[in-house]
T-cell receptor, first 114, second 113 residues
Framework: NAGVTQTPKFQVLKTGQSMTLQCAQD?????MSWYRQDPGMGLRLIHY???????DQGEVPNGYNVSRSTTEDFPLRLLSAAPSQTSVYFC?????????????FGPGTRLLVL | AQSVSQHNHHVILSEAASLELGCNYS??????LFWYVQYPGQHLQLLLK??????LVKGIKGFEAEFIKSKFSFNLRKPSVQWSDTAEYFC???????????FGTGTRLKVLA
């Protein structure tokens, strides 16, 4: 199993550009989520999904869109990039059944918005 | 609203010293508790987790944590740190079945050889 994969590893954007961060998992996990990591602020939840076709907002959803058309993929879209979106983005996945919910994280995407 | 506080932002220790990192959470109901570690340049890895039962939880690499419900705390401990423990440590909490995980701001640990 590859686990949770993310592409690209690093991206530079200009203000106003759009892009999609890709996330895929091969563990058949129902739950997937996106976080951003900023110095001194830990990880903050952007959006999450509990299954194909079901998404919901996290703590900091503004400026980001998500969709979940398959169990495996959960892309994060930046509609019009802003310097405040410079961050490291992590995707995570887990089971949703039962109480033994442990998240598995991807390697991250480092985004710089100029 | 749930919140997680990690009061130690930076910790510097010498090898073989004992470690205790504080984690306090704010939530009135049942919670799941986690400690994650992020080594330099790597993604987050689960160190240990508490869902129920014995409040003293043992994880990987000699780490353990104790859940003290009355203090809303889940402190991470290791009796003797190694240089390879240099990393950032995150405490996290979620209410079972809610799918919203709240992370603390992290503690950067540097272990001097």
């Amino acid at each position: 199993n590859a686990g949770v994969t993310q592409t690209p590893k690093f991206q530079v954007l200009k203000t106003g550009q759009s892009m999609t961060l890709q996330c895929a998992q091969d563990m058949n996990h129902e739950y997937m989520s996106w976080y951003r990591q900023d110095p001194g602020m830990g990880l903050r939840l952007i959006h999450y999904s509990v299954g194909a076709g079901i998404t919901d907002q996290g703590e900091v959803p503004n400026g980001y869109n998500v969709s979940r058309s398959t169990t495996e993929d959960f892309p994060l879209r930046l509609l019009s990039a802003a310097p405040s979106q410079t961050s490291v983005y992590f995707c995570a996945s887990s089971w949703t059944s039962g109480v033994q919910e442990t998240q598995y994280f991807g390697p991250g995407t480092r985004l710089l918005v100029l | 609203a749930q919140s997680v506080s990690q009061h130690n932002h930076h910790v510097i220790l010498s090898e073989a010293a004992s470690l205790e990192l504080g984690c306090n959470y704010s939530y009135g109901g049942t919670v799941n508790l986690f400690w994650y570690v992020q080594y330099p340049g790597q993604h987050l890895q689960l160190l240990l987790k508490y869902f129920s039962g014995d409040p003293l939880v043992k994880g990987i690499k000699g780490f353990e944590a104790e859940f003290i419900k009355s203090k809303f705390s889940f402190n991470l401990r290791k009796p003797s740190v190694q240089w390879s423990d240099t990393a950032e440590y995150f405490c996290a909490v979620n209410a079972p079945g809610t799918y919203k995980y709240i992370f603390g701001t992290g503690t950067r640990l540097k272990v001097l050889a």
